[in-house]
């Protein structure tokens, strides 16, 4: 068969071919129009799992979610009041539960080899919620840091030292702009926003020193909604953090950054919280999801069925990168600074599976199909190694096929095109009845390469044969199930 590798490889390489071109180019102008064009760094696209940590005073009554204090005070919602009530003196406040920060079994190393174990590539810790509270000494929350009150200690300084000292995963910090009682804040909504000395002088101080003090190349933003961008200067700090910063190089934005900028401005979107739309996504996003369904922080008011299955992981890992997405996998650790072991194992379970399967997952970009056509529950990436004369395409199987132990796929589409598959894939696919066949395609599964693939095809559809069952338990194979296809 004859090969054509087109310059004009439409929705594959002409729209991420970008990706890997980041870097600093040229110096970015503080507008939206400029800051858009910044190519994504390399690294983003090709680490494609990422670890989330929501951790601070809200950790300690461990109740409801992460809102706590807000929920509890402004919303007067009843199950807070009632936990109060029963459970702390009438005039107990917020801030008291900081003293319970204590943190006293952190050790950020142990955090560190779980996240390295876990197959993530990058993680993003909180370094301040709505409520105020920093991980850092910050100097400008003087009597409600990490440092002054609770558990005397820099919680991002200890973690970023255990994450660069024994991985090689990147280090990111998030930053909530607003602050549920900040009176700086209210102060310049009562002035309708008008002036902007909470951004003066709280907001920009504190993100320029986490930037200079602790070198994030994840900025991840959040807390924006209720003022425009402008209010918060985010085009001047972007502009900053793309130009002089000391992370200009690698640094990657979401794009929480002032109501409206979402899934608009930002080397990535995030768009909403768990978002994960199912069809592929032109520009860069990240999935971001929390293991526990319902909350961010730590809870003790859950059950089992609260939680994720190692399963459900897998799917969203498999549905989100396929569709040119990362995922954000949020875990809530105790006011104790322990990952308590349901949530470790989830992390190891993922580890494992991306330990086989991750060759499908790393450095992927989507193929020209996401999901198979016909065959439910299968997803595809097209791997790092196509190169002008062949192309790999990965077929992730999420259900096992128990009945049959067998399974069809149409990686190329319900109905074949063949010019569209020329101008899609890059290779000269020849005539409708030799598109795949023994002499052009190979077939293997990820973690059986040296057992022998049985497959048969007619025109678009591989009728594929899985190993027996009882081999692949002893391999370690669970969770999804991945085939290596390769056209030349």
Not at 63 to 92: A, C, H, V
Request: hydrophobic residues 40%; glycine residues 6%; negative net charge.
């Amino acid at each position: 068969m004859g090969h054509i590798w087109l310059t004009l490889v439409v929705l594959i390489y002409g729209i991420y071919g970008v990706l890997g071109q980041g870097g600093h180019r040229s110096r970015y102008e503080p507008n939206w129009a400029s800051l858009d064009q910044r190519p994504l760094p390399r690294w983003y696209d090709e680490a494609k799992v990422g670890i989330f940590l929501h951790y601070g005073v809200y950790s300690v009554p461990s109740f409801g979610s992460e809102w706590f204090w807000t929920n509890w005070i402004n919303l007067r919602n009843p199950d807070y009041i009632r936990y109060m009530q029963r459970n702390y003196k009438p005039d107990f406040t917020y801030q008291q539960f900081a003293d319970q920060f204590t943190a006293e079994l952190f050790n950020a190393t142990q955090w560190a080899l779980l996240f390295r174990d876990s197959g993530a590539k990058y993680v993003v810790l909180t370094s301040k919620h709505h409520d105020g509270y920093t991980l850092w000494p910050s100097k400008y929350s003087f009597g409600w840091n990490a440092v002054d009150v609770g558990p005397k200690r820099d919680i991002i300084k200890e973690l970023a030292a255990a994450i660069r000292g024994n991985t090689d995963l990147k280090f990111g910090l998030y930053y909530s702009l607003f602050e549920w009682f900040n009176r700086m804040w209210i102060d310049d909504k009562l002035h309708m926003l008008l002036q902007q000395h909470f951004v003066d002088y709280k907001v920009r101080p504190e993100q320029m020193e986490l930037v200079e003090q602790y070198l994030p190349e994840i900025i991840w933003s959040d807390g924006d909604w209720e003022a425009p961008a402008k209010y918060w200067k985010s085009e001047e700090f972007i502009a900053w953090l793309y130009n002089d910063s000391p992370v200009r190089e690698t640094v990657v934005t979401n794009d929480r950054w002032g109501f409206g900028t979402a899934c608009l401005h930002g080397d990535f979107y995030n768009c909403a919280d768990r978002f994960n739309p199912g069809v592929l996504q032109a520009h860069k996003w990240e999935n971001a999801f929390t293991l526990d369904r319902t909350s961010w922080g730590q809870r003790f008011d859950v059950t089992l069925e609260n939680f994720m299955s190692s399963k459900d992981v897998i799917k969203e890992i498999v549905s989100t990168v396929s569709c040119n997405g990362n995922v954000l996998i949020n875990v809530g650790p105790t006011k104790y600074g322990t990952i308590l072991p349901i949530f470790e194992e989830r992390l190891r379970d993922m580890g494992r599976w991306l330990k086989i399967n991750g060759e499908g997952i790393y450095s992927s970009a989507p193929w020209i199909y996401q999901n198979d056509t016909l065959t439910p529950n299968v997803w595809y990436t097209r791997g790092q190694q196509s190169d002008n004369s062949s192309v790999v395409i990965y077929a992730f199987v999420l259900e096992y096929p128990y009945d049959t132990n067998e399974i069809d796929l149409y990686p190329l589409g319900k109905e074949i095109n063949i010019f569209r598959n020329v101008m899609l894939t890059g290779l000269d696919m020849g005539s409708d009845s030799d598109v795949l066949n023994k002499k052009t395609t190979e077939i293997t599964m990820l973690g059986m390469q040296d057992t022998k693939i049985q497959w048969t095809s007619s025109h678009n559809k591989l009728h594929i044969v899985f190993p027996p069952k009882h081999h692949i338990d002893k391999r370690g194979l669970d969770l999804a199930w991945t085939f290596k296809i390769t056209i030349v």
